[in-house]
């Protein structure tokens, strides 16, 4: 298969581009797309036969579930049989936007989507260029991050190309996604709600709107992960990753004299010591501009070819919770 990129304009996506893809959706094929977080990889959520090509693309275990996106409140509705206060409070203060709320699911929506689960993800990203493909497709998009199974997440098209060119068959290159981390999973079929990915939108900005949530599989301590295909081991580059608590400079410096060549994701003022050989990048020390920047850094430095990352891990605080989850998950040891 020939994977076709085509650039697009996120201020004004091309209609004639936008119909093409629209069309390649509705005839069951696979068009990888910027959103507002991460590049999705869409397909038809109404074809069983469209979705299944999702997962053999990315190697995806059955067991783990899409998210659904729509660009409407109305279709979010008509895809769920419940539609609680919280969700409609949600949905009118995040969408479009980085949450994904987990509602009763409608006998529309086909079993291979969901993994079999009487629930649905749904989302209404905020990327013009993924809201003119649904609507050019006139169907909800299934659509994971568009990566092999337990890869690093896509924030710029050449990193869609690296892991599925030929696999796939269009790319629609917006350039880099802003947000750069996945969107947070919010389980509203419990009460309280519970958090099932930390994501962009933090858990304290949820609670402003629906009031307490459970947020006990994200404590630190690492409890069983409940959202299904959360495995430990998830958003990983292919070089071995640790993450070290404080102090990174002594490990980076010991590790270094042992002969490894190393990459090292620093935070704050830590560049003193830098030994001949190391990369570093120096990672934003604000959340929301790190999140933009980490999967890209980490991308970066698998293609420099180091035998490890060394990250200095950002502070053990609620703002930082997404990113400290994923730094936890990319770790090989
Ligand atoms: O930002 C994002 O969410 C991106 C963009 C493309 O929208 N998508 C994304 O999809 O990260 P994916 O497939 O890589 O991750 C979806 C997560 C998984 O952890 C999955 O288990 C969870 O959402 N999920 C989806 N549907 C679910 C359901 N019905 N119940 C529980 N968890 C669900
Ligand atoms: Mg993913």
Redesign the pocket.
């Known amino acids: 298969m020939i994977t076709e990129t085509l650039r697009v304009s996120a201020e004004a996506p091309q209609a004639d581009v936008m119909a093409r893809a629209g069309e390649l959706i509705r005839a069951g094929r696979l068009v990888a797309f910027p ?1 507002e ?5 869409g397909a038809n959520a109404l074809d069983a036969q469209a979705v299944a090509r999702i997962f053999e693309a990315k190697g ?1 275990p059955a067991n ?4 659904v ?1 729509v660009t409407s409140i109305n279709a979010a509705r008509s895809l769920v049989t419940d539609w609680p206060t919280a969700a409609a409070e949600l949905a009118q203060r995040f969408w479009p936007g ?1 949450l ?1 709320l ?1 509602l009763p ?1 409608r006998s529309n929506i086909p079993d291979i989507v ?2 079999g ?1 009487g ?3 749904l ?1 209404v ?1 905020a990327n013009p260029i993924a809201g003119a493909l649904i609507e050019a497709a006139g169907v909800p998009i299934a ?5 092999r199974s337990t890869r690093l ?1 896509p924030t710029r098209a050449e990193h869609v190309q690296r892991d599925l060119d030929g696999g796939i068959d269009m790319i629609l290159d917006g350039g880099p996604t802003a ?1 750069g ?3 947070t ?1 919010l ?1 509203l079929t419990t009460t309280p709600p519970r958090l ?2 930390p ?2 939108v933090p858990p304290h900005a949820l609670e402003a709107v629906v009031g307490p949530i459970n947020r006990s599989a994200h404590s630190e301590e690492g409890a069983a992960m ?5 495995l430990a081991r998830h958003y990983a580059p292919r070089t071995p990753l640790e993450c070290v608590e404080c102090e990174a400079a002594g490990r980076v410096e010991s590790l270094s004299r042992q002969g490894m060549r190393l990459g090292w994701l620093a935070f704050g003022n830590e560049l003193s010591l830098i030994p001949p050989g190391v990369t570093v990048l120096v990672m934003p020390s604000e959340p929301v501009q790190y999140a933009a920047r980490l999967y890209a850094a980490l991308h970066e430095l698998d293609a420099v070819g180091v035998d490890r990352i060394v990250v200095s891990l950002p502070p053990d605080t609620e703002t930082w919770l997404a990113i400290r989850d994923r730094l936890r998950r990319a770790m090989h040891v």
């Not at 977080?37 to 990889?41: A, H, I, Q, W």
């Not at 409940?226 to 959360?230: D, E, H, L, T, V």
């Open positions: 959103t977080t991460v590049y999705g990889l995806r783990n579930p899409l998210i996106h980085p994904t987990v699911k969901t993994a689960l629930t649905v993800g989302r990203p659509a994971p991050s568009a990566n997440s947000g981390l996945e969107s999973v389980d099932l990915r994501g962009l409940p959202a299904p295909g959360m």
